[in-house]
């Protein structure tokens, strides 16, 4: 599932226009939603998660935020800090505190944050780049549940170990935090705690809109429904929603959404020929027909 706040806007499909539509819909149908659906893909990969996040403005289009000029990730500086978990505080006590906590840590890409099974020792916010979300089942096939944007929080667990895997899809940084010493914020700051409360509660409605996308839509519904999330995603945060950035690789979306890897090639392929996408590369989508996408993640 892909998201930044509880707001979906209704997209734009011009990309040259600078007017992006700000008008908040009640509609929720774009969420994501990978999980070993009903498709005669799924025999190969499984798949259930989420996607999101919170992207503040991208320096280039690879799907990352923009980086402090003076190279280093400061968080005064930082792009997204008005949508991760410390845009709590307002005053510069309670953010100097928690800023003196942070240690930062820099990722290639797919190199390993933590694996399945690790001591669940750090949690971390997500300022730059994305991170996939994974289980490996007994016969080692690899299900995604899920893949972080920046603003997303990462590794907060109820038991000693982390009960799933994560790696960075692209180059990124984290914002590293002992859980430990995030525990003792929560007391001394509610409103911290509370908004952690509602990222959860973010992802728990997530989680419910991704079973029903996985079980019940095809291919081609559940791709389309993948690219709208992504601009929604872009609109939630007050940016264009082209040129889309999709750092993923075709495997990764594949397992993603319970889909072959063939499978996925052709439904992007039959898009880009039917004039709904034109990409610029792999892996930039330069325009896109969103009334048609909808329309395709409907079908029914």
């Known amino acids: 599932m892909l998201y930044a706040n509880n707001t979906t806007y209704k997209r734009h499909h011009n990309a040259g226009s600078s007017d992006v539509p700000r008008k908040p819909s009640t509609s929720t149908k774009h969420q994501h939603t990978p999980m070993g659906g009903q498709d005669n893909d799924t025999a190969r990969k499984g798949v259930g998660g989420l996607l999101h996040g919170a992207h503040g403005h991208y320096a280039g289009d690879d799907g990352r935020a923009a980086r402090p000029k003076n190279g280093h990730h400061e968080c005064d500086q930082c792009a997204v800090r008005q949508y991760a978990l410390c845009s709590v505080f307002k005053s510069q006590e309670g953010f100097a505190r928690f800023e003196s906590l942070v240690r930062h840590k820099h990722l290639h890409a797919g190199q390993s944050v933590f694996e399945e099974g690790d001591p669940s020792e750090y949690v971390y916010n997500v300022s730059e780049g994305a991170i996939r979300l994974y289980k490996l089942l007994p016969d080692g096939r690899r299900q995604i ?75 081609k519904e559940k791709i389309a429904s993948f690219l709208l999330q992504l601009a929604d995603h872009a609109l939630n945060q007050n940016r264009d929603p082209l040129p889309l950035a999709v750092p993923m690789t075709r495997e990764d979306i594949a397992d993603y959404l319970g889909l072959t890897v063939e499978t996925v090639s052709r439904v992007f392929s039959r898009l880009r020929k039917s004039g709904v996408l034109t990409f610029s590369g792999p892996s930039l989508i330069v325009d896109a027909d969103f009334d048609a996408l909808e329309d395709l993640a409907e079908e029914g």
């Open 145 to 219: 549940t899920g893949f972080l944007l920046p603003g997303a929080f990462l590794g907060l667990a109820l038991r000693e170990t982390y009960s799933y895997g994560a790696e960075a899809v692209t180059d990124s940084h984290l914002c590293q935090f002992r859980t430990s010493e995030l525990k003792q914020l929560f007391l001394d700051f509610p409103e911290l705690r509370q908004r952690l409360y509602e990222m959860a509660n973010d992802e728990l409605a997530a989680a419910q809109e991704q079973m029903l996308l996985l079980g019940r839509k095809t291919a």
